[in-house]
């Protein structure tokens, strides 16, 4: 029962963040918005379509969608939500294979671009792994923060029983909360990192890649670009709101946690511009700085 609650919870509620931060930019520019929902919709309409196949593609391309899709939603079985749920999938390092599936999903869609031939879309696969590679520092240096305050290398135990673990550590995994935030923003390629929405040649990352996917292989790289924006505001919500309830209020808080996520980075898009490319190394590496000082801070605090 706990395991079907888990996998329902991140297999329906993805596309759901979506839309709130929609929403939240819309209100912001004065706008109405789409539905919340929108995400649901498009998804729906385009699994019911054709795809189709430039005649220089290969495999790759074909299997890059479902490939990556795949290897997110196992990183979803390895992420607890805490309060009497734990992981459907736990052992010692989960936390190393997630991720890893966030690389994996990441290699298939840039290699799926790269095949496809196209310049525009390898530049655009170019600039994806560059700033990958930048943030792939602080989400390792913030799971060794964490694995050093928890004693341990598995998500379900690094993610449970927060409140103690602030009253020890609370400016290391203050620290760690920004420093994921900006990951978050990055992987998923938000403003100010890169803006979803933009259709200029040379400002594109992430979208270009996607240009020549239609049908339900652009349905898999959009919901999975939702899921994978759930899993790594998941954690940040988990460390942020360290509450612990019975299954059901924890389930509700968990929910509200996310949808207040959504609405924080929707605010982050309304308010912020989106940096300059030689900008976004910077703030990446600031992420990092935030996540070692957090592993030295742990440290510090441990061996007093």
Known sequence: MRTALHVLLFLLLPPLLQGVINRVKAAFAGRRGPSVLQLYFDLWKLLRKGAVYSTTTTWAFRLGPAASLAALLLAALLLPLGGGLPAPVSFAGDVILFAYLLGAARFATVLAALDTGSSFEG???????????????????????????????????????????????????AMLVGALFLVALAENSRIPFDDPNTHLELTMVHEVMILDHSGPDLAFILYGASLKLFLLGAIVMRLALPLEASIPAHVALFVAGMLVFAVVVGIVESTFARLRMNRVPQILIAAGVFAALAVAVILIRVGA
């Open 123 to 173: 530049m655009g696969a170019s600039r994806e792994v560059t700033f990958s590679a930048l943030a792939e520092p602080a989400l390792f240096l913030s799971i060794a923060a964490l694995a050093i305050a928890r004693g341990s290398l598995s998500w379900t135990a690094m993610l449970s029983g927060q409140m103690q673990v602030w009253h020890l550590f609370g400016p290391a995994l």
